[in-house]
């Protein structure tokens, strides 16, 4: 068993990246997310993971991320690493982006952090799957409104909505885990949640050629 940060996002993968990392006996000591000064998440609300932490009861940190950087993450990751003594990070990342490395295995290497990426190069099938075997209960939180509607934002990641999702991959050749950036996803519910969250306050927000969720007194919401 190792002490571990989990870098979180409050996404679906980041949650069973979480799930799978205890099963396997880790020692999650903290949530971790990093971001740049005066973060506006659009896909990531803030008060939404702040909340996922306190139904979790584990202490959660945004961390400031200022260029360059590389040097950024890794001072941040050695600041992390003497404050929790932690001897890995667990990320939800599935595969590359673009083609390219992986940033947080690259930062971590000279640290002699280990990086456990439980969900790394599984299938797509095999891991919307085991949001449901384990019961995770996710919405999404937005959406590229180039690959799907902005009606999407907010809906449940239950089997119905799975399957039409792959379909819809299947069809239109997109990453049926949202992994390209199609969408991103905030649980709600799942393993160690003290209670189920609620969306309440909440509606769909438009920028570009997103669609999300927004705070319900924001000025450029979507009635």
């Given amino acids: 068993m190792s002490r571990v940060i989990a870098l979180w996002s409050g996404g679906k993968d980041a949650m069973l990246a979480l799930c799978l990392a205890r099963e396997l006996g880790h020692e999650v000591v903290a949530l971790i997310t990093f971001a740049p000064p005066n973060p506006d998440f659009l896909a990531h609300p803030l008060p939404l993971v702040r909340r996922q932490a306190e139904a979790l009861g584990l202490?959660?940190?945004?961390?400031?991320?200022?260029?360059p950087f590389e040097q950024g993450y890794e001072e941040a990751l050695a600041d992390l690493q003497r404050e929790w003594d932690i001897e890995g990070v667990v990320t939800g990342d599935i595969d590359r982006v673009d083609g390219s490395d992986n940033w947080i295995c690259a930062r971590c290497r000279p640290l002699g952090l280990f990086v456990h990426q439980p969900l790394w190069q599984q299938t797509r099938q095999s891991?919307?799957?085991?949001?449901?075997?384990?019961?995770?209960?996710?919405?999404?939180?937005c959406v590229d409104t180039r690959?799907?509607?902005?009606?999407w934002v907010g809906r449940?990641?239950?089997?119905?909505?799975?399957?039409?999702l792959q379909q819809?991959?299947?069809?239109?050749?997109?990453?049926?885990?949202?992994?390209?950036g199609e969408?991103?996803?905030?649980?709600?519910?799942?393993?160690?949640?003290?209670?189920?969250?609620?969306?309440?306050?909440?509606?769909?927000?438009?920028?570009?050629?997103?669609?999300?969720?927004?705070?319900?007194?924001?000025?450029?919401?979507?009635?």
Wanted: no cysteine.
């Fill in 59 to 67: 202490p959660h940190r945004v961390v400031t991320i200022t260029a």
């Fill in 127 to 141: 891991l919307l799957e085991q949001l449901q075997a384990r019961g995770i209960v996710a919405h999404l939180s």
């Fill in 147 to 151: 690959t799907l509607a902005p009606n």
């Fill in 156 to 164: 449940t990641l239950d089997a119905a909505t799975l399957a039409e």
């Fill in 168 to 180: 819809l991959a299947a069809a239109k050749g997109f990453d049926a885990s949202g992994e390209q």
């Fill in 183 to 223: 969408y991103h996803s905030m649980v709600m519910d799942g393993p160690g949640f003290a209670a189920p969250l609620s969306l309440n306050g909440w509606r769909v927000g438009r920028q570009e050629y997103l669609a999300y969720l927004a705070e319900e007194d924001a000025s450029h919401l979507v009635s």
